[in-house]
């Protein structure tokens, strides 16, 4: 099982900028790819940004060139720093893993996704 929890987000006025982390907690696993989704009122959610252990991104092209993800491996945390935000980027942003689970001798057993309980991050105009 794994644990995920996220701090940093909040309010800030167009143009600002914000940095979101996520913590990945529990036992016997490994992670694969961490990323952010994020989810306005009245839309689904949508993927903003991944990272793979090996520094592989994916950007969602609106964050393009304004958003930066990353990871350290060490402590099991992403990162999202969101700069030039923009009112539209006013959604609950969600961290998520894909991870293996272990056995005793480091052998993956399952994989699955998890996430994170969200957090609010609001760009005023």
């Known amino acids: 099982q794994v644990h995920l929890v996220e701090s940093g987000g909040g309010w800030v006025q167009a143009g600002g900028s914000l940095r979101l982390s996520c913590a990945a907690s529990?036992?016997?696993?490994?992670?694969?790819?961490m990323g952010w989704y994020r989810q306005a009122p009245g839309k689904q959610r949508e993927l903003v940004a991944t990272?793979?252990?090996?520094?592989?991104?994916v950007y969602e092209d609106s964050v393009k060139g304004r958003f930066t993800v990353s990871i350290d491996n060490t402590k099991n945390t992403v990162y999202l720093q969101m700069n030039t935000l923009k009112p539209e980027d006013t959604a609950v942003y969600y961290c998520?893993?894909?991870?293996?689970?272990?056995?005793?001798?480091?052998?993956?057993?399952?994989?699955?996704?998890?996430w994170g309980q969200g957090t609010q991050v609001t760009v005023s105009s």
């Open positions: 998520n893993t894909n991870a293996d689970s272990l056995n005793y001798r480091g052998y993956p057993l399952s994989r699955r996704e998890y």
């Open positions: 529990g036992s016997m696993f490994s992670i694969n790819v």
């Open positions: 990272i793979t252990t090996g520094g592989s991104t």
